[in-house]
């Protein structure tokens, strides 16, 4: 009898040394149970849990034994192997027969190290993990979709094609994009053109001229003391003087053009995290399509201050952009004539990139600086090589034109305000009155009535131009 205890006590021993339990989950190393009551008893797959009753039993039954593997260890003490992710129940009947009790065994996946390895690379993150059946169930709130995304992985790596996502992303994650397009044209041409005419009377007499007097009725008009209207300069001096019967015109052309144009546009687009937004401010132009059978069909070509933008918040301020800006308008010095219609041509300015910054911050995401230079010089063969006089037989022009364009891009992390907040363009300026208008001649009043944020700033006293009224 001594022996039998002693072999009893020995393989308790061996089986609580050869199948630990991982640590923090002590509670479920060893079960009291009960008689007269139902329990549940989790065990994780391929591990074991040893289980202990408080009155000695006599026989051992699990309903599936491919969820669980059990055997004694002694008249108390049970020891329970998970094999596979179920639901089963274990029975312990007395040495009469009589029903001890049942015991509803839980084996699921052990998700104990992958909770200890989530909280060493995402500290801080309040992400729950459950097992459901043979998978993984991630739910909670995390601070990022990257963050989320990693949490993801490392869940794929312990229960592959198996993992549930209930995780949602917390913290703002809503992006305005600002973007400026600025571009400077600057151009300046110069050109100084001689004509020189002569007339002959009598029979003997010589017509001719060079440049803008190489015809007759220009010819005809230069010896009557006008200016020919083929002069398209703004400076044109006109010289004659007679040499016998012999008419001299002498016709001077100079020409100094500078022209400077800005432009600007900065559309501001909102949009939620992963969601694409658009934004036009412009039209549609119709062109004209051939089609079979000699048809011919339309279809609309967007123009104006086009933005189409990606954001994603990938950590904390990090924000992640995939965008496409343009701004388009009609250039009809360049059209075309397609079957009996006009087409305008466009001219566009566009880029389209991937790009990440934090939040606030700003980036030039294009740049160019354009230079273009020519300059013609049209003469006589011969005449125009001689020195000093052959610059009446000589006629030059000079052109350059200078092109600088950048567009910058400035994402900030945005949440909703109350509308009382916001200010519109048309809160300070309302139409005038009929008194306003006729009487003093005043296009616009401002509305002192109003309580609002807008009219509040209009009372401030402001040098220069501001907001969107400009002097």
Do not use: C
């Not at 065994?105 to 729950?128: M, N, S, W, Y």
């Not at 312990?158 to 600057?186: H, I, T």
């Not at 062109?287 to 201050?305: A, D, L, N």
């Not at 305000?417 to 363009?425: I, M």
């Amino acid at each position: 009898m001594l022996t039998n205890q002693w072999m009893k006590a020995a393989l308790l021993g061996l089986a609580i040394v050869t199948f630990p339990v991982a640590p923090g989950v002590n509670a479920e190393e060893l079960r009291v149970v009960k008689k007269g009551t139902e329990a549940t008893l989790d065990v994780p797959m391929n591990r074991a849990v040893v289980v202990e009753s408080d009155v000695p039993f006599a026989e051992l039954s699990i309903a599936n034994p491919g969820i669980a593997d059990i055997s004694s260890l002694s008249d108390r003490t049970i020891y329970v192997l998970g094999k596979s992710p179920g639901i089963t129940t274990l029975t312990l009947l007395d040495g009469s027969g009589r029903l001890i009790t049942n015991v509803e065994v839980k084996v699921a996946a052990d998700v104990t190290e992958f909770k200890e390895r989530l909280r060493q690379i995402l500290p801080g993150e309040k992400i729950e993990v459950r097992t459901a059946n043979d998978g993984i169930v991630l739910s909670g709130t995390v601070s990022s979709s990257q963050r989320l995304q990693r949490a993801l992985d490392l869940a794929e790596r312990y229960a592959p094609d198996r993992v549930s996502n209930l995780m949602s992303v917390g913290g703002v994650q809503q992006v305005m994009l600002k973007v400026r397009f600025a571009e400077m044209q600057r151009s300046v041409s110069k050109s100084l053109s001689v004509s020189l005419g002569f007339n002959g009377g009598g029979s003997f007499g010589v017509n001719g001229g060079t440049g803008t007097l190489n015809n007759q009725g220009a010819l005809g008009n230069a010896m009557g003391g006008n200016i020919p209207f083929a002069n398209d300069n703004v400076g044109a001096v006109l010289f004659g003087f007679n040499a016998g019967s012999v008419q001299v015109g002498l016709l001077l052309e100079a020409l100094e053009q500078k022209g400077v144009v800005r432009t600007l546009a900065e559309p501001n687009l909102s949009a939620l995290s992963g969601q694409e937004a658009t934004f036009l401010a412009g039209g549609e132009y119709p062109i004209p399509v051939s089609q079979e059978r000699g048809t011919i069909s339309v279809e609309y070509k967007p123009f104006g201050i086009e933005l189409k933008f990606i954001p994603r918040v990938v950590d904390g301020d990090i924000i992640n952009l995939e965008l496409s800006a343009a701004v388009s308008a009609i250039d009809p010095t360049n059209s075309i004539s397609v079957n009996g219609f006009s087409v305008s041509a466009f001219t566009r300015r566009e880029t389209s990139t991937t790009v990440e910054m934090r939040d606030g911050e700003s980036f030039a995401i294009a740049g160019l600086i354009e230079d273009e230079f020519l300059d013609n010089a049209a003469q006589l063969p011969w005449l125009g090589d001689v020195p000093v006089l052959g610059a009446l037989f000589r006629s030059s022009d000079y052109q350059r034109s200078q092109t600088e364009l950048v567009i910058i891009i400035t994402a900030h992390l945005v949440t909703p305000t109350r509308g009382e907040a916001l200010t519109l363009p048309t809160d300070r300026v309302k139409p005038p009155s009929e008194k306003d208008l006729f009487l003093f001649g005043r296009v616009a009043r401002t509305d002192k009535s109003q309580s609002r944020a807008a009219n509040e700033v209009a009372k401030q006293d402001f040098s220069g131009s501001y907001g969107y009224v400009m002097d």
